[in-house]
């Protein structure tokens, strides 16, 4: 294991997570910060060591995880916080599944890079110019049709 190591894929031992030999230990906590954890799953020990009882655990996780994600996937179109539901079941399922640890490591660096970038003042001043771009085009367009056809109500159609 390489300590300090920048590179992706590379797991990072801090030396208040390691024993003596300098391996990680056994919680599967790696990183500088004990921020990421080893795959696999995350019941408690009991629960791993009978293998009907993890069986019905991890079918459970996934039906809560499953239950979550449609409740954010409804919530979409609708009034709620759909993606933020949806994430939520997500992480239900990385509780248990390697599939969805990966999914939302993946969809983390993401949106950190998403929030760096947006962050560099020469993206900010061209997102600025082009939103600034935007409204003055859609305000042209409104008064331009507001000029041609004027403001009608539907309520206040004329009876015949």
């Not at 809560?64 to 179109?77: D, H, R, T, Y």
């Not at 640890?101 to 660096?109: A, D």
């Given at each position: 294991?390489?300590?300090?190591?920048?590179?992706?894929?590379?797991?990072?031992?801090?030396?208040?997570?390691?024993?003596?030999?300098?391996?990680?230990?056994?919680?599967?906590?790696?990183?500088?910060?004990?921020?990421?954890?080893?795959?696999?799953?995350?019941?408690?020990?009991?629960?791993?060591?009978?293998?009907?009882?993890?069986?019905?655990?991890?079918?459970?996780?996934?039906?809560?995880?499953?239950?979550?994600?449609?409740?954010?996937?409804?919530?979409?179109?609708?009034?709620?916080?759909?993606?933020?539901?949806?994430?939520?079941?997500?992480?239900?399922?990385?509780?248990?599944?390697?599939?969805?640890?990966?999914?939302?490591?993946?969809?983390?660096?993401?949106?950190?890079?998403?929030?760096?970038?947006?962050?560099?003042?020469?993206?900010?001043?061209?997102?600025?110019?082009?939103?600034?771009?935007?409204l003055v085009i859609v305000g042209a367009l409104v008064g331009i049709y507001l000029w041609k056809f004027g403001v009608v109500m539907p309520w206040k159609i004329k009876d015949q």
């Amino acid at each position: 294991m390489n300590t300090g190591s920048d590179q992706p894929g590379e797991v990072v031992v801090a030396a208040d997570d390691s024993d003596e030999t300098g391996e990680a230990k056994a919680d599967g906590r790696v990183g500088e910060r004990g921020a990421e954890r080893g795959l696999g799953s995350r019941a408690p020990e009991f629960i791993r060591s009978r293998r009907a009882l993890h069986l019905s655990w991890q079918v459970g996780v996934f039906v809560v995880g499953l239950a979550v994600v449609v409740a954010g996937i409804i919530m979409l179109p609708l009034p709620g916080p759909g993606w933020v539901v949806i994430f939520g079941g997500m992480a239900i399922w990385a509780t248990e599944f390697v599939w969805a640890q990966l999914v939302l490591r993946w969809t983390k660096r993401k949106v950190t890079e998403a929030a760096q970038r947006a962050l560099d003042p020469t993206v900010r001043r061209r997102n600025i110019i082009l939103t600034a771009t935007g409204l003055v085009i859609v305000g042209a367009l409104v008064g331009i049709y507001l000029w041609k056809f004027g403001v009608v109500m539907p309520w206040k159609i004329k009876d015949q």
